[in-house]
Nanobody
Framework: QVQLVESGGGSVTTGGSLRLSCTAS????????IGWFREVPGKEREGVAA???????VIAKSVKGRLTVSLDQVNNILDLQMNNLKPEDTGVYYC???????????????????WGQGTQVTVS
């Protein structure tokens, strides 16, 4: 069982920055990904960015250039640095870990087994 705890959410104005952190209690066996997902009002949960233990990184096109993800394998922490935030980035951000069935599904929420409780990000 893997427990994921997110932190770092909050409220910022347009153009501001936030850094989210996800601390994992353990790593999964085999090649797995740990990533960030979000639920914005009126939309389904979507993948934002994910990384595996080899530091292969996948970032959604909608946030590329503004959001970066980094994995600290020593301390089991996944960070999401969010810059130039926009009101449409408002939502609940979740950390998740799992074994996507292919690289094409790395940002598919249904391919992830373990989820954190989420942290609210509000951009106004």
């Amino acid at each position: 069982q893997v427990q994921l705890v997110e932190s770092g959410g909050g409220s910022v104005t347009t153009g501001g920055s936030l850094r989210l952190s996800c601390t994992a209690s353990a790593y999964l066996h085999g090649r797995h990904f740990i990533g960030w997902f979000r639920e914005v009002p009126g939309k389904e949960r979507e993948g934002v960015a994910a990384v595996d233990i080899d530091n292969s990184t996948v970032i959604a096109k909608s946030v590329k250039g503004r959001l970066t993800v980094s994995l600290d394998q020593v301390n089991n922490i996944l960070d999401l640095q969010m810059n130039n935030l926009k009101p449409e980035d408002t939502g609940v951000y979740y950390c998740a870990a799992g074994h996507p069935s292919s690289l094409y599904r790395v940002l598919s929420p249904s391919d992830y087994t373990y989820w954190g409780q989420g942290t609210q990000v509000t951009v106004s």
